[in-house]
């Protein structure tokens, strides 16, 4: 009899066990978890503030063409241009605008780097004193189409890996900006708000 | 007296089988196992490597997809020049560009480079005898703005060019060469390494290209190259 009641004693346990290992397995965080960047609203039009980066998303537009004064894009992609200005907070070192990209849906576009023109895409961000400029992203021709179009995201961060580290995530509806036939690209100017 | 009743009929066969058994080294067992196995094996072929099937050949203009990338290739031609991309082709060598429309079908961007890995792995020459692959790469250049190592962003179509260099004689001596198409898995890294990255190639396809010649990569810089206001002579 005390045989048998060990018997059930031990699969008890071991039951218990189980269970218990499946629940921290299936709650523990991952990776992609645990390294998350630290992310910050920054609506369009508000200035915002992380870590290392401060910046204010001005406007956003659609461009069925971009033209620099060396380069032109071609046709065949939609291109949504986003005014921003952007700062350093704490430390001119190492201070760049390394991430800057547009998540539609699942799909990430970063910023492009075909234009000869001087974008904010990489610029150095000083203390203090922000540099403005555009930020372009090239994308398919279709994707306004797209239902998660319009509730696009924008990311600004100081490095390209932006893991742990502040992120400024601006919300954009790219149904809702207007159309432009041709945007002419302006150099990244150091000193204007 | 009796004799004693006779064992049933089955365990004798049962006991003399034991007892045989018990006879035999193990070794014997062991090597019969052995030669049991081969001899299977032969069956199908052998221990040798199963003849894998020849990749399917795909036509000129085809589109060849793979869950990385959808490329369209174009022509092939031998490039004089690089100049313009700062690019040098090892003596003895001349470049090889294969033109292609490519279209990056994941959902983030892929830098275009010839380092190992990524978009490199995709393609791969065979002329004459020489195989260049992704250690041959010289570059991979989007040839309407140009720029070298472009961004494939998500879904936008870009006009490439990959280019390779290949010993001059096997260049001459072969009219067309045989394009590898590599399909890639996506590979999630794990515990020292983090992201998404394409690896693995794997044969997929191939296609046969005619080699042409161009004086330079671009369209561009040929124009370029033209449109200087050259002073008529006097």
């Known amino acids: ?193 | 007296m009796t004799a004693p009743p006779a064992p049933p009929a089955r365990s004798k066969p049962a006991r003399w089988a034991r007892v045989a058994i018990d006879r035999v080294p193990t070794k014997w067992l062991v090597t019969g196992a052995t030669g049991v196995f081969l001899i299977a094996t032969a069956a199908f072929g052998g221990l040798a490597d199963a003849e894998t099937p020849a990749p399917p050949v795909i036509a000129h203009g085809e589109t060849f997809s793979s869950p990385q990338l959808a490329l369209t290739l174009g022509e092939a031609a031998v490039i004089d020049s690089l100049d313009e991309l700062y690019l040098d082709v090892p003596s003895g060598h001349r470049a090889i560009a294969v033109f292609a429309q490519a279209s990056n079908a994941w959902t983030r961007p892929q830098l275009a480079t010839a380092a190992e890995g990524g978009i490199g792995e995709v393609l791969a020459l065979r002329v004459g005898d020489e195989r260049a692959g992704a250690g041959e790469l010289l570059a991979i250049v989007r040839t309407d703005d140009p720029q070298v190592s472009p961004m494939l962003q998500p879904g936008v179509a870009a006009p490439l060019a990959f280019i390779w260099a290949v010993p001059a004689a096997s260049i001459d001596a072969a009219g067309q060469l045989t394009v590898e198409l590599f399909t890639q898995r996506l590979h999630t890294g794990t515990v020292t390494a983090s992201g998404q990255w394409w690896t693995d190639p794997a044969l997929a396809a191939t296609m046969t290209l005619p080699i042409g010649e161009r004086a330079t990569l671009t369209a561009v810089a040929v124009a370029v190259a033209v449109a200087p206001d050259e002073e008529p002579a006097p």
């Open chain 1, 1 to 193: 009899m005390s045989r048998v009641r060990a018997g059930l004693l031990s699969a008890a346990g071991l039951a218990v066990l189980l269970v218990a290992t499946g629940f921290v397995a299936a709650t523990a965080p991952r990776e992609a978890d645990w390294e998350q960047p630290f992310a910050i609203d920054a609506p369009l039009g508000e200035p915002a503030q992380g870590r290392n980066i401060a910046a204010t998303v001005h406007d956003a537009a659609i461009a069925e063409r971009v033209v620099d004064r060396r380069w032109r894009s071609g046709e065949g992609s939609t291109w949504v241009v986003v005014d921003a200005s952007a700062a350093a907070v704490t430390s001119e070192i190492g201070a760049l605008l390394g991430h800057a990209a547009l998540v539609v849906g699942d799909r990430v576009y970063l910023a492009s780097t075909r234009p000869s023109g001087l974008t904010l895409n990489g610029a150095s961000l000083s203390i203090g004193v922000p540099t403005r400029g555009a930020l372009l992203f090239e994308l398919p021709a279709d994707v306004l189409g797209d239902p998660a179009a319009a509730a696009a995201r924008l990311e600004l961060a100081v490095k390209a890996d932006p893991r742990l580290d502040a992120m400024l995530l601006t919300p954009i509806d790219l149904t809702a900006l207007p159309v432009l036939p041709e945007y002419v690209l302006d150099d990244a100017e150091w000193g204007e708000r």
